[in-house]
């Protein structure tokens, strides 16, 4: 894990997020795999985000946003998002872009055959095959791992190297990644997912709100990820019309609604047409 750089070490802060979830009586999901990717370094990250944020949560007018429950809920949403749409037998390919210490092809009950392609740096994907060694992938997975860098230009070339078809129908999952570039960048990103997907393919993603970048109540959890060098950068107000830009018919939900809820989210959830309120979506769409 030493070569890892700031963003990539946030794939741990996630998987320890996803064994603590594991742990709970309630959990929305489980992750046998979790906390051995997470490691001592993943642990510490966890303990970082919780003292920086827990003692925000009781001081109802500057409350930091739920981190703990967001992963939970954001996990638990899309994967029942792939579940169900792998189930209608329409979409047998999934790309998982910066798919970080992610144990979907492992832990969860796919029903038919699928194939998933993990992008992520060569690095990252290369620790998590050392720590996952030997650990078999559920039998309907065909996994394929390439290492590229998601900001480059050439890494769809790599994906269609790897097996990948983009004439077929496909599910693209862009979870966690969206914060940590530019807004230009994030719109190569999606430019290219737009390129590299036959019309009808599904993209799921999340993102938060321009609002949520300046707004007193995320300062604190914000601050964490700046001192750890990788900064929240990007965010945008309307996630249906910034995909719709690349042909992505898109729904936008906030954790709290009733599809994004699961009984677990603490917080208000303010209708959309309330102005200047920080902000997560899950977002879904189809291509055009």
């Known amino acids: 894990m030493e070569a890892f750089d700031a963003v990539a070490r946030t794939s741990l802060l996630t998987t320890a997020l996803r064994a603590q979830e594991t742990r709970r009586p309630d959990r929305l999901y489980e992750d046998p795999l979790a906390a051995r990717l997470a490691g001592a370094l993943g642990s ?61 092809a492992y832990r969860l009950p796919w029903t038919r055959p699928v194939e998933i392609f993990e992008l ?11 720590v996952l060694d030997g650990e078999p992938v559920h039998p309907r997975v065909s996994r394929h791992t390439v290492g590229v860098d998601l900001l480059s230009s050439d890494w769809t070339e790599a994906l269609a190297k790897a097996g990948y078809d983009p004439d077929r129908p496909s599910l693209w999952l862009l979870e966690g990644l969206l914060y940590y570039v530019t807004e230009q960048q994030a719109r190569q990103v999606l430019s290219r997912v737009r390129d590299a997907t036959a019309p009808g393919s599904l993209v799921a993603a999340d993102l938060i709100s321009a609002t949520a970048l300046t707004a007193p109540a995320v300062a ?10 990788c900064p929240w950068l990007f965010g945008h107000d309307e996630p249906e019309a910034l995909f719709a830009e690349y042909g992505i018919e898109a729904k936008a939900l906030q954790p709290g609604e009733p599809s994004a809820d699961f009984g677990r989210w603490p917080d208000p959830v303010h209708p959309r047409g309330v102005a200047e309120v920080e902000r997560v979506f899950l977002v879904h769409g189809r291509r055009i």
């Not at 579940?83 to 144990?103: K, N, R």
């Not at 060569?122 to 998590?128: G, Q, T």
């Not at 604190?220 to 060098?229: H, K, Q, S, T």
């Open 220 to 229: 604190p959890l914000l601050a964490v990820f700046e001192r750890w060098g």
């Open 120 to 130: 992520d740096r060569p690095a990252v994907l290369a620790a998590k095959d050392s």
């Open 44 to 104: 510490d990250l966890f303990g970082q985000v919780a003292d920086a944020t827990s003692p925000h949560r009781t001081d109802s007018s500057q409350r930091v946003p739920s981190t703990f429950e967001y992963n939970a809920i954001r996990t638990r949403y899309f994967d029942d998002f792939l579940l169900a749409h792998v189930e209608s037998g329409d979409h047998p390919q999934i790309v998982m872009a910066a798919a970080g210490m992610d144990t979907r």
